[in-house]
């Protein structure tokens, strides 16, 4: 085999290789960034739950507060020789009990907003991931695409300097003799067997 056909066949394998090498080197890189978005994605579940938890515990909390409140409320009211069914004092009564409702619904509001948006965000690195892992998919076929284009361009290259004269060398030697690098390359055959 002549120099110049060793030297493509070389240079057309290295570009189709160091193709698929890239291709699978980003594929891994991308199912790396997938597997840590799947787990953000169960971190943010935990954390919805946590939050949908904590949200119930504080509002039954905050209604037994309440509840003490508007039963201390109305002794106090008994206390001081008012009638507690009627009257102002009713009325005093009345809007305490939706005041503190309303701080109950609230605090249940909050913690489905914050669980939500923890939801939300586990729903969005679940679809990151599988964006990632079809670049990955993308890039292995990337690769591989690259390098049968590059064994392609190697083969088309070879077949146009062997039509136009056969190899390199066989070229120089149609030439009457052609320096390469300083080489006089006459019959350069001889010198690679």
Known sequence: MDPF????????ALQAGGAIMQGNQQAASYKQQAKASERNAKLSDIQARQAYDAGLQNELAQRRSSSQQQAEVRASVAESGFDAGSGSALAIQQQSARDMEMDALQTRYQALLQGSAFEQQAVNDRYAAETLRQSGKNA????????????????????????????????????????????RAGNASQYWR
């Open 140 to 183: 292995r076929r990337a690769g591989f695409l690259s390098a049968a284009t590059s064994v392609l361009s190697g083969a088309a290259g070879y077949g146009m300097a062997a039509k136009a004269g056969g190899t390199a060398a066989g070229a120089a030697n149609k030439a009457g003799g052609v320096k390469l690098l300083g080489v």
């Open 5 to 12: 056909t060793a030297a493509l066949i070389g240079s057309t």
